[in-house]
């Protein structure tokens, strides 16, 4: 992957890169040396989290639930882009020089645009998923599984690595005229001199505007449809509600007045008690892991959906979008300094600082999933006290036991200490059920 070359011989660039081969950064000692310090502690505490979340998530969970699937993905993605962290905590070390060879420059900048592509594909799917639960619930009860959720994950990750591929392509090392290398686009690649500039522009924006639009744009307007969607559902339905349990309760009281009250009123009482116990909505969703029917006190609107997998969703989108608006941002300034020193200083000290913040985003997911999800606590802390506990003995002497024999008694201990209530998926979302039972109900009152 050589670079097209003039006449003279001398190798070409696009003028951008042309301009940031020229340009000296003026680096601060200090300030590199503390950024490096915290970048290589996040790097460090996001493999560890999201290596966590994958094997609490991935191997803790004694059933598998779509809510579980979508997780596990999200995870799964992000510490892939995490494993790149150290590397970008070199470069920074490096003093913004990129001395780790041309393929694990492609690598990197590979997982890091998959990343971007498959977190947006993840959430937006989520959001529609969620959208079906409260629209369509019967349909959800009937079609939606956890192999379907593997198969558009699996699409995802498709769709992700086939967005991502342009940059993999394009990316190189070029070494500048003060002896630094960048890992950077160069656009000039597969390019004749004649069409040099016109490429180079072409690909460039080409690339901003698509990452712009696939991966940020259009998936926040798909979760941002599906929410609003989702609300004035849940409210149009609340209000149904309202209107049939008020028509239900005037229809028994006028039938109460006309009936003989020493007769009939220990039957009407029982009507009575029965219907409101029917209409009237309980104080949760349930406090069992069993499957919730028709008759559960269970008809807020809240409940229809797993409060806390929703709040755990809501979370991670909110900072999917803050973490990637400012790179977006830069990326689009970027494109517009082609021709321009003074902004194209200011995207050299300022995208730099956007790549770190779009980099935060696998770091602080695994964070608002346990924080959004006490669950994911409570596994976790067992999951860790199951490890410990077989590995230490009560008097604290090492264990000299073969490995099976270490993972048979971590397994032992973790299945003892999970207890029954403790729901399947890590954000007590049990799938469609609870949907479905209060579609059941919906039907019953609006029949009635």
């Known amino acids: 992957m050589s670079n097209k070359t003039n006449d003279s011989g001398d190798q070409v660039f696009c003028s951008q890169l042309e301009m940031m081969r020229s340009h000296e950064l003026n680096n601060n000692t200090q300030v590199n040396l503390t950024v490096v310090c915290i970048h290589g502690l996040v790097s460090g505490l996001g493999i560890l989290e999201n290596a966590l979340i994958i094997w609490v998530v991935g191997f803790r969970l004694r059933q598998r639930t779509v809510a579980s699937i979508w997780v596990l993905n999200l995870a799964l993605s992000d510490f892939l882009a995490t494993l790149t962290l150290p590397l970008f905590t070199l470069y920074l070390n490096s003093r913004h ?13 590979f997982i890091f645009f998959f990343n971007m592509f498959v977190s947006a594909f993840l959430l937006a799917a989520i959001s529609l998923d969620r959208l079906l639960l409260v629209t369509k619930p019967v349909w959800s009860q009937n079609h939606r599984s956890v192999a379907g959720a593997w198969k558009v994950c699996i699409l995802g990750w498709l769709w992700a690595a086939a967005n991502a591929l342009p940059y993999y392509v394009f990316r190189s090392v070029t070494e500048t005229e003060h002896k630094r290398k960048l890992c950077y686009h160069n656009f000039a690649m597969y390019s004749s001199y004649a069409t ?29 449809g599906s929410y609003i969607k989702i609300g004035l559902s849940l409210r149009s339905r609340n209000r149904r509600r309202k209107q049939s349990a008020t028509r239900l309760t005037d229809d028994l009281i006028t039938l109460n007045r006309n009936q003989d009250s020493r007769t009939t009123h220990g039957r009407t009482a029982a009507t009575n008690k029965l219907s409101l116990k029917f209409l009237i909505p309980g104080p949760s969703l349930s406090t069992k892991e069993g499957p919730l029917t028709p008759t559960t006190p269970n008809l807020t609107s809240q409940s ?11 979370s991670v ?17 970027e494109v517009a300094a082609q021709y321009n020193i003074e902004r194209l200083k200011l995207v050299e000290v300022g995208l730099p600082l956007a790549t770190t913040l779009a980099f935060l985003n696998p770091v602080l997911n695994p964070i608002l999933y346990v924080f959004s999800c006490p669950r994911f606590c409570v596994r976790i802390r067992q999951s860790l006290g199951a490890v410990f506990d077989g590995l230490v003995e009560e008097r604290g002497v090492l264990l000299m036991t073969p490995g099976k024999s270490l993972i048979n008694h971590i397994r032992r201990r973790s299945s003892r200490d999970v207890g029954l209530g403790i729901p399947a998926s890590p954000c007590q979302s049990q799938g469609t059920q609870p949907t479905f039972s209060s579609a059941l109900q919906d039907n019953k009152v609006e029949h009635s």
């Open 317 to 333: 989108i909110t900072a999917f979008a803050l973490c990637w608006a400012p790179y977006h941002i830069f990326c689009m300034i």
């Open 97 to 109: 020089s990129w001395e780790l060879g041309n393929p694990l420059c492609k690598v990197q900048t």
């Open 304 to 314: 229809q959906l797993s409060q806390s997998f929703t709040k755990m969703v809501t």
């Open 196 to 224: 040099l500039e016109r490429d180079c522009s072409m690909r460039q924006w080409a690339t901003a505007i698509s990452k712009l639009l696939l991966a940020f744009i259009l998936p926040l307007a798909v979760i941002a």
